[in-house]
């Protein structure tokens, strides 16, 4: 078992469960041709990001990390008509590319793309009082991931869905003092995640065409301030989903 049979069940999920797409099969070649490094979400994944965005019932979707909009494309089109996606990116010729897709697709009256760092962007939202936000995707730099949670807690309400992309590294997420600084941000997420009594997490190893990482997704138990004595966590349902 190895990357050519992963790569292969990927593509029986794709032929049983994604159908074609000509306008995200468009992104992912514009992507390209534009000479984005190839680190979109694999199409079994984008789904799932989407199925989430609509079984919380999500209106407000933050994305820090847009890349080419691939990713972004999936999540807008869960969204109602009245749903917003703001997304992040620090590079503007990146930026750029996702404009296009996005316009393309059909998605741009919900989607609004900030572009710089996302530790810069993340006080404007909450300044502009843009939160509580009912989903977040974080997929940018790893080592930037305990501020990424932070910053999304912070953005968040009791019953927000929050997942993590890219937190196994090929497995080397157990290695302590690896001196990968990805690595290092991915083992960082969890001490977060695991540690924050707000949160109730997991993570899930995954395998295909990208190789093998994994997700992690937390759901907000509560409002609280961070350091306050920790208490037992409220249990707070998914809203239903309008599928």
């Known amino acids: 078992m190895g990357q050519k049979k992963w790569s292969k069940v990927d593509a029986y999920v794709v032929e049983k469960l994604v159908p074609p797409d000509a306008v995200l099969e468009e992104a992912l070649a514009a992507n390209a041709a534009a000479g984005l490094p190839a680190i979109d979400v694999s199409p079994p994944q984008g789904k ?3 199925l989430l965005v609509r079984m919380c019932g999500a209106k407000r979707v933050l994305e820090i990390g847009t890349l080419g909009g691939y990713s972004t494309i999936w999540m807008a089109r ?3 008509a009245d749903g917003r996606l703001v ?3 620090f ?3 990146h930026a750029a590319v996702a404009k296009a897709n996005i316009e393309r697709a059909g998605v741009a009256d919900r989607v609004d793309i900030r572009i710089g760092r996302a530790l810069d962007n993340l006080p404007r939202l909450a300044s502009e009082g843009l939160g509580p936000f009912d989903f977040v995707f974080i997929d940018a730099d790893k080592p930037g991931n305990p501020q990424y949670l932070d910053w999304a807690l912070r953005l968040s309400r009791p019953g927000t869905v929050i997942v993590l992309d890219n937190v196994i590294r090929d497995g080397t997420v157990v290695e302590s003092g690896s001196g990968d600084a990805n690595v290092e941000g991915a083992r960082a997420a969890f001490d977060f ?3 924050d009594s707000r949160l109730a ?5 995954t395998v295909g065409s990208k190789g093998y990482d994994g997700f992690a997704i937390a759901i907000v138990n509560r409002a609280q301030t961070k350091g306050a004595a920790p208490a037992a966590p409220e249990q707070v349902p998914i809203r239903s989903a309008y599928l």
């Open 48 to 50: 799932l990001l989407n």
């Open 201 to 205: 997490a997991t993570a899930l190893q």
């Open 87 to 89: 997304t992040l990116e």
């Open 78 to 80: 869960a969204l109602p």
């Open 193 to 195: 995640l695991g540690s």
């Open 91 to 93: 590079e503007p010729r």
